[in-house]
Structure formats: structure tokens, C-alpha cells
Nanobody, 123 residues
Framework: QVQLVESGGGLVQAGGSLRLSCAASGRTFGRYSMGWFRQAPGKEREFVAGIDWSGGTTHYADSVKGRFTISRDSTKNTVYLQMNSLKPEDTAVYYC????????????????WGQGTQVTVSS
């Protein structure tokens, strides 16, 4: 069982930066690949970034490549999403999620979810 708690969301102006954190409980955190997803009002939940269990492989949605960076610190059981050059279209609730084995891009592939943190980017 893995419990996930996101933090770090907030209101930022376009061009600004935020760093999201996802703290995981459970001794088997190191076995899980982690993903960040987001969901804007009226839209489906979409993949943003993922990192495998070792931290050696990452994958990004085209819309955030070059602007967002996912990382993990297994000593702290925490995954991060550094978001730079934010745009109004990045406004959404951001969720972290965990799954066994490889990174996945579909929400249904993930077994555990956090409660989400709101990111709002003003123009």
C-alpha cells in the first residue's frame, strides 16, 4: 500500500516557476514508477511526466518538454516536479500517482493517487 500527498501548488504569474512535491508512505516506494498528471476543468486527466523506479528513465508530455523536470529522492520517499516558464494553459489540479513496473502514460495504469494540488497560472 502506498499513500501519496502532494504539496507546492499555488498561484503564479505566466513565466514563473513552481516546484511540486509528492511525499509517499510505505517501505516499498523504491519499487514504484511515479507519474504526474493534471486535470483542468472540463477536461480529461492527462499525463505530464513520469519517472521509473530507479530514477534513470523519465518521460514527458510534449506540452511540457523543456519546461518541466521530474525527479525523485528515494531517501526522502519524495517525487518532485519542477515547473518553469509556466503558461496559463498549465493551470490545473496536479496529481501524483504510483505504479509497479515501467512508466505509463494512461491514468488507468496507475494504482495509487494523491489528492491533488491546484496550480493556477495568471496571464
Amino acid at each position: 500500500q502506498v499513500q501519496l500527498v502532494e504539496s507546492g501548488g499555488g498561484l503564479v504569474q505566466a513565466g514563473g516557476s513552481l516546484r511540486l512535491s509528492c511525499a509517499a508512505s510505505g517501505r516499498t516506494f523504491g519499487r514504484y514508477s511515479m507519474g504526474w498528471f493534471r486535470q483542468a476543468p472540463g477536461k480529461e486527466r492527462e499525463f505530464v511526466a513520469g519517472i521509473d523506479w530507479s530514477g534513470g528513465t523519465t518521460h514527458y508530455a510534449d506540452s511540457v518538454k523543456g519546461r518541466f523536470t521530474i525527479s525523485r529522492d528515494s531517501t526522502k520517499n519524495t517525487v518532485y516536479l519542477q515547473m518553469n516558464s509556466l503558461k496559463p494553459e498549465d493551470t490545473a489540479v496536479y496529481y501524483c500517482a504510483a505504479k509497479i513496473s515501467r512508466i505509463g502514460v494512461g491514468p488507468l495504469e496507475y494504482d495509487y493517487w494523491g489528492q491533488g494540488t491546484q496550480v493556477t497560472v495568471s496571464s
